[in-house]
């Protein structure tokens, strides 16, 4: 069985920084994806940042040059830097870890903007 716990979320002014960070724990590849997607309200869930266990990155075009995403394998931990927070960022954000057809997602944190 596998989990994934979030923890980072909060509110926060328009300009600000959050980290947001993601375990991962159970029998896990060594070879996944770790990412994190978020969803707001009325809106269908997107991805924001996804990283491969060898360090390749993947960026929505809306957070480039504002978050940066990073992980520890060791730790099987994903972070998620974001930086110059807008008030359109406000979402439930959520941890995703896959590989294969094996698809786990996390229970979601909450990132709250205000302008």
């Known amino acids: 069985q596998v989990q994934l716990v979030e923890s980072g979320g909060g509110l926060v002014q328009a300009g600000g920084s959050l980290t947001l960070s993601c375990a991962a724990s159970g029998h896990i590849s060594s070879i996944n994806v770790m990412g994190w997607y978020r969803q707001a309200p009325g809106k269908q869930r997107e991805l924001v940042a996804a990283?491969?266990?060898?360090?390749?990155?993947n960026y929505a075009d809306s957070v480039k040059g504002r978050f940066t995403i990073s992980r520890d394998n060791a730790k099987n931990t994903v972070y998620l830097q974001m930086n110059n927070l807008k008030p359109e960022d406000t979402a439930v954000y959520y941890c995703?870890?896959?590989?294969?057809?094996?698809?786990?997602w996390g229970q979601g944190t909450q990132v709250t903007v205000s302008s």
């Open positions: 995703n870890l896959q590989w294969g057809r094996f698809d786990s």
């Open positions: 990283v491969t266990s060898g360090g390749r990155t």
